[in-house]
């Protein structure tokens, strides 16, 4: 059963945000129940999967739960677009099998540990700590790194000839930063960049961070700040400009599964880790892009692309 499936709504960004909150507390309050009468503990053959709130976790549980269902014969329950918060005490209380995390979040978030800036380094301590911890195991990197990133216009990044934050840093007293306020105000970000990059922008303009890619097309703001993977990315024609100086810490994106899981249906693990490396952060980007613009079906992105990778 796939609860409120894409739910996040297109319109306006604060009814947004607003049903995005509603649906994990929602959530929140019905997971208990939904998995006391028929998730783990309950039913042998029946793997519980999560996700996060929004677009890209969503594809990413409907690819797991399709690829389960595919290569065993074990039946899958997903639970969708949950707060984080929610979503690890689910998953710490037994009420979840497995979730899509972030080695970023698993790192700072969760163990509440320094960020680092090698992805290697990153796994290997998560990998580690959430073990020993959690008696949780980290697979293999799915591919693609959900971080920060800069972004501007390909037509203006040609025009100026910025293709690294460095070149950025570089003509940015010229430029004007369009961002959110969290932007400014993290350390690990704004701040961090002007440190290590020594950038001054002439101008930072906070806005909603639904705005801020029209402020950026329409000529409003010259550079904007980003995620990764975003599907808005290839919309707009975008270039992401190379952290040539590696400031934004590894968010790689990899299955979590509890260990009793695994010891129960050890299958899982080679099945699973069929997605090591086979998505790329354009890929993502545009698995997103044909959900929150094209209006596709999740499950319809997620089941194309897995019979496009021959894996269904």
Not at 137 to 152: E, V
Not at 194 to 213: A, P, Q, S
Not at 249 to 271: F, G, N, Q, S
């Amino acid at each position: 059963m796939k609860i409120f499936h894409m739910l996040c709504a297109r319109g306006a960004t604060i009814r947004r945000r607003w049903l995005r909150a509603l649906v994990a507390l929602v959530m929140g309050l019905g997971l208990t129940v939904a998995t006391t009468g028929c998730g783990i503990g309950n039913s042998q053959n029946t793997i519980v999967i999560g996700g996060k709130n929004f677009t890209e976790q969503d594809i990413m549980v409907d690819i797991m739960q399709l690829l389960i269902e595919h290569d065993t014969n074990l039946h899958v329950k997903t639970f969708t677009w949950l707060d984080s918060n929610v979503i690890w005490n689910a998953f710490e209380n037994h009420k979840l099998d497995l979730y899509v995390e972030y080695t970023g979040t698993g790192l700072v978030n969760i163990l509440k540990q320094k960020p680092v800036t090698d992805p290697n380094q990153a796994y290997d301590i998560v990998h580690r700590e959430f073990e020993q911890k959690y008696h949780a195991t980290w697979l293999k990197p799915i591919g693609f790194n959900n971080t920060y990133a800069m972004a501007m216009t390909k037509q203006e990044a040609d025009k100026l000839g910025i293709h690294t934050i460095s070149q950025l840093a570089a003509k940015s007293g010229d430029l004007t930063l369009g961002t959110e306020q969290d932007f400014v105000v993290r350390p690990d970000t704004l701040p961090a960049m002007n440190k290590l990059y020594h950038t001054h922008f002439k101008r930072v303009v906070t806005m909603d961070i639904g705005l801020k890619y029209q402020a950026l097309v329409q000529g409003k703001v010259d550079v904007i700040d980003a995620f990764s993977t975003d599907g808005k990315i290839p919309e707009y024609h975008l270039e992401l400009l190379k952290d040539d100086k590696h400031l934004f810490p590894p968010y790689y994106a990899c299955p979590v599964i509890r260990d009793d899981t695994l010891k129960e249906h050890p299958e899982l693990k080679p099945v699973l880790n069929k997605l090591a490396g086979k998505i790329s952060d354009r890929e993502m980007r545009q698995l997103n892009m044909e959900v929150n613009v094209e209006h596709k079906p999740a499950m319809e992105v997620a089941r194309d692309w897995l019979t496009q990778q021959g894996l269904i």
